[in-house]
């Protein structure tokens, strides 16, 4: 009695794992949102007030009336002034990315070092899901390239009408063990 063969898995077509994974990111960010409603999303994102710690000692002190921002360090008394249109901040060998500011608050992102553990965790994650994905995307196309090739091909002899005999399987004769 003959079998049939399972010759590959069948699985959903790209465009719904691209929509079931969207609506997977989606659920998991609006339930994080609800969660933690007051959480910036970038975890390396930071909000501070007047006269809160920006890098070590160094305090966001506000804008000028020209629109400068003002930072202080009580330690030593020393004052920085930058530009309104200034992006970067650095202070005792350190820096931050300046995203927003105005007179009473100062959003600003550290530098990529100072990123949570498991920011590089889900970065690890992805780089290897994707790594993944892509080799077992690349065996599967070049299976079906395989399996796609026509088992005639017109050759030489035969489009002057000579025909060979194809080969064919020859099943096994002996009885298989059981």
């Not at 909000?47 to 202080?72: A, K, M, P, S, T």
């Not at 008394?77 to 530009?83: F, K, Q, S, T, V």
């Not at 080799?135 to 196309?141: D, G, H, K, Q, Y």
């Amino acid at each position: 009695m003959a079998r049939k063969m399972r010759v590959g898995k069948r699985r959903l077509p790209l465009w719904m794992m691209v929509v079931a994974a969207s609506i997977l990111f989606l659920t998991v960010y609006e339930g994080y949102r609800m969660i933690m409603p007051f959480v910036a999303r970038d975890p390396l994102y930071h909000e501070v007030n007047f006269g809160q710690r920006v890098i070590d000692d160094w305090q966001y002190e506000g804008e000028n009336e020209e629109g400068y921002l003002l930072f202080y360090n009580p330690v030593n008394g020393d004052r920085a002034m930058l530009p309104p249109q200034s992006r970067l901040f650095g202070a005792d060998g350190k820096w931050v990315v300046i995203e927003h500011a105005d007179a009473a608050s100062l959003t600003y992102a550290e530098p990529l070092e100072a990123a949570p553990w498991y920011v590089y965790l889900l970065l690890l994650a992805a780089l290897g899901g994707g790594g993944w994905w892509a080799f077992r995307r690349a065996r599967a196309v070049r299976g079906k390239r395989m399996r796609t090739r026509s088992a005639r091909k017109p050759v030489a002899g035969e489009r002057m009408g000579i025909r060979r005999p194809r080969r064919r399987f020859k099943p096994r004769r002996s009885s298989r063990p059981s």
